[in-house]
């Protein structure tokens, strides 16, 4: 079954700049498409942005836009999420998921998540 392995969290100061790593070990994500997730304490979980397998890409958060930039290495076998210019309102875990093909597909598998705190 197909295992999601969030890394790349972590303790930044405000401004500063995390890259977040998807990975599947020992699995293909050629076919899936990832999404970002992120749920901060208190709050229900909202979506940040997913990249199709063909590299089509959906934001679902357009405050994020700008600042976070999801992208994918087949080669490497990583999804990636760079995020710029952390707030502190950016803290919270982080989870990618998978779907079939397309974005729009459902969520089958789910990472365990890594937290990202911005603080000074």
């Known amino acids: 079954q197909l295992q999601l392995v969030e890394s790349g969290g972590g303790l930044v100061q405000p401004g500063g700049s995390l890259r977040l790593s998807c990975a599947a070990p020992?699995?293909?994500?050629?076919?899936?498409?990832i999404g970002w997730f992120r749920q901060a304490p208190g709050k229900e979980r909202e979506g940040v942005s997913c990249i199709g397998w063909g590299g089509g890409i959906t934001n679902y958060t357009d405050s994020l836009k700008g600042r976070f930039t999801i992208s994918r290495d087949n080669a490497k076998n990583t999804v990636y999420l760079q995020m710029n210019s952390l707030k502190p309102e950016d803290t919270a875990v982080y989870y990618c998921?998978?779907?079939?093909?397309?974005?729009?597909?459902?969520?089958?598998?789910w990472g365990q998540g890594t937290q990202v705190t911005v603080s000074s």
């Open positions: 020992g699995f293909t994500l050629d076919y899936y498409a």
């Open positions: 998921a998978a779907s079939p093909i397309y974005c729009s597909g459902p969520r089958n598998y």
